[in-house]
C-alpha cells in the first residue's frame, strides 16, 4: 500500500517563531489531508488539499502532487498550536477509499 | 449531526470483558470507517463501511473484533474477550461517498473513544 513519511518527527519551537512540516507519499493520490491532533485526542481537519496551496489564518499548506509530497507551514507559533499534526492520503490505486496517515509530528511550541 | 459523535468518550475494562463502541457520523454521509492509534502512532484502518456493508474489514486484528452499521447510519465496534493489547484511542471518521470529489471528500474524525483494558 501507499506509504506516508513525515519529517520532522519532533519540533520545538519558541513562540513566534516559524516552521514547515513535510510529508512525502509513494504514490499517486486522490485525497491528502492534514490534521492537528489536539491534547485530548480529536483529529482536527486543517487542510484538504490533493494538490496545490491553501491558507488559513496563520497555517497554509502546498502540496506538489507531481513530485508527491505536502509541506505544512505555521507561521508566528502560538502555544496552542502543539500537538502532533498528521498528514494523511488517500491513493488513487485500487484500494481508494481510505486514508493512510503518517506517524505525524509532536510540535511543542514553549512560551 | 453537525459533527461525527463517538461514545463514551473513554471507557475501563477489565480483561476478558466485552465492549462496544458507538459511532454516529455525520448525518447523510454514506461512507463510515474505524481507526485505531495506539500511543505514539498514527491511526490505523479498521473497517469501512459504504452504507450498511462492511466494503472492507482488512485491518480487523483478528476475529474478536466486530462492527455493524444496520441502517446505514450509527455502527457499533465490538471487541470481544478484551485484552491488555486492545488499550488504545478508536476513532471514527464518516465521509460523503467514495464518488465524490472536492471538499466534500474530506473525512471528519470524531473525538474518539480511549479504551484502556486493565
Known amino acids: 500500500g501507499i506509504q506516508v513519511e513525515q519529517s520532522p518527527p519532533d519540533l520545538i519551537l519558541q513562540e513566534g517563531a516559524n516552521s514547515t512540516l513535510r510529508c512525502n507519499f509513494s504514490?499517486?493520490?486522490?485525497?491528502l489531508q492534514w490534521f492537528h491532533q489536539n491534547p485530548w485526542g480529536q483529529l482536527i481537519n486543517l487542510f484538504y488539499i490533493p494538490s496545490g496551496t491553501k491558507q488559513n489564518g496563520r497555517l497554509s499548506a502546498t502540496t506538489v502532487a507531481t513530485e508527491r509530497y505536502s509541506l505544512l507551514y505555521i507561521s508566528s507559533s502560538q502555544t496552542t498550536d502543539s500537538g502532533v499534526y498528521f498528514c494523511?492520503?488517500?491513493?488513487?490505486?485500487?484500494?481508494?477509499?481510505?486514508?493512510?496517515f503518517g506517524k505525524g509530528t509532536l510540535l511543542t511550541v514553549n512560551p | 449531526g453537525a459533527g461525527v459523535s463517538q461514545t463514551p468518550s473513554n471507557k475501563v475494562t477489565e480483561k476478558g470483558k466485552y465492549v462496544e463502541l458507538r459511532c454516529d457520523p455525520i448525518s447523510g454521509h454514506t461512507a463510515l470507517y474505524w481507526y485505531r492509534q495506539s500511543l505514539g502512532q498514527g491511526p490505523e484502518f479498521l473497517i469501512y463501511f459504504q452504507g450498511t456493508g462492511a466494503a472492507d474489514d482488512s485491518g480487523l486484528p483478528n476475529d474478536r473484533f466486530f462492527a455493524v452499521r444496520p441502517e446505514g447510519s450509527v455502527s457499533t465496534l465490538k471487541i470481544q474477550r478484551t485484552e491488555r493489547g486492545d488499550s488504545a484511542m478508536y476513532l471514527c471518521?464518516?465521509?460523503?461517498?467514495?464518488?465524490?470529489?472536492?471538499?466534500?471528500?474530506?473525512?471528519?474524525f470524531g473525538s474518539g473513544t480511549r479504551l484502556t483494558v486493565v
Open positions: 494523511a492520503v488517500r491513493g488513487s490505486g485500487g484500494s481508494n477509499y481510505k486514508l493512510t
Open positions: 471518521a464518516s465521509r460523503f461517498g467514495p464518488d465524490q470529489s472536492g471538499n466534500q471528500d474530506g473525512y471528519t
Open positions: 504514490d499517486s493520490v486522490n485525497n
